[in-house]
């Protein structure tokens, strides 16, 4: 468990903000709880997780995620397609890309992404480490502390 993202989090709650909201969209529910459980052990967070783009795309709507993690390769809406449509749709949290395939792959769906205004946290090849996922939560919390105090 790492004490630093643990920190991260307490200071974050502690400064009255909501936990950080994720949502995880992969088609492989064991990644979900894979991810979803590494997530737990780093504090506490409102964690939704998808299997299916479509129903991603509504709860991402819903939910309003500050963090999207999402795979790139799903078998009905592919996610370079979902980042799209997420983008289309105002979504303005942090993402992190996640994806099995050629680092070249991942490299042009975050150049994409990047293009259509969404906020890249990192792009990375699956499965995810902890420490990655530690880095990218740690990430996305102090953009949002920073969103929060310009906000206030």
Same mark, same amino acid.
């Given at each position: 468990?790492?004490?630093?993202?643990?920190?991260?989090?307490? !200071?974050?709650?502690?400064?009255? *903000?909501?936990?950080?909201?994720?949502? %995880? @969209?992969?088609? &492989?529910?064991? /990644?979900? +709880?894979?991810?979803?459980?590494?997530?737990?052990?780093?504090?506490?967070?409102?964690?939704?997780?998808?299997?299916?783009? !479509?129903?991603?795309?509504?709860? *991402?709507?819903?939910?309003?995620?500050? %963090? @999207?993690?999402? &795979?790139?390769? /799903?078998? +009905?809406?592919?996610?370079?397609?979902?980042?799209?449509?997420?983008?289309?749709?105002?979504?303005?949290?942090?993402?992190?890309?996640?994806?099995?395939?050629?680092?070249?792959?991942?490299?042009?769906?975050?150049?994409?992404?990047?293009?259509?205004?969404?906020?890249?946290?990192?792009?990375?090849?699956?499965?995810?480490?902890?420490?990655?996922?530690?880095?990218?939560?740690?990430?996305?919390?102090?953009?949002?502390?920073?969103?929060?105090?310009?906000?206030?």
């Amino acid at each position: 468990m790492n004490t630093v993202s643990n920190q991260a989090s307490r !200071e974050h709650n502690e400064a009255g *903000l909501a936990p950080l909201r994720v949502l %995880l @969209l992969d088609d &492989d529910v064991f /990644m979900l +709880d894979v991810l979803s459980d590494m997530l737990e052990q780093m504090g506490q967070f409102d964690i939704r997780c998808e299997s299916h783009s !479509e129903q991603a795309l509504s709860t *991402l709507k819903q939910h309003q995620p500050d %963090l @999207l993690i999402c &795979d790139l390769s /799903m078998p +009905d809406i592919d996610g370079i397609e979902f980042l799209r449509m997420a983008a289309e749709n105002g979504f303005r949290g942090g993402v992190v890309l996640l994806s099995g395939l050629h680092s070249a792959v991942r490299l042009a769906a975050e150049r994409l992404a990047m293009a259509n205004g969404l906020h890249i946290l990192g792009t990375f090849r699956k499965p995810m480490e902890s420490a990655e996922l530690q880095l990218m939560v740690n990430l996305q919390l102090q953009h949002s502390a920073r969103l929060a105090s310009v906000q206030a």
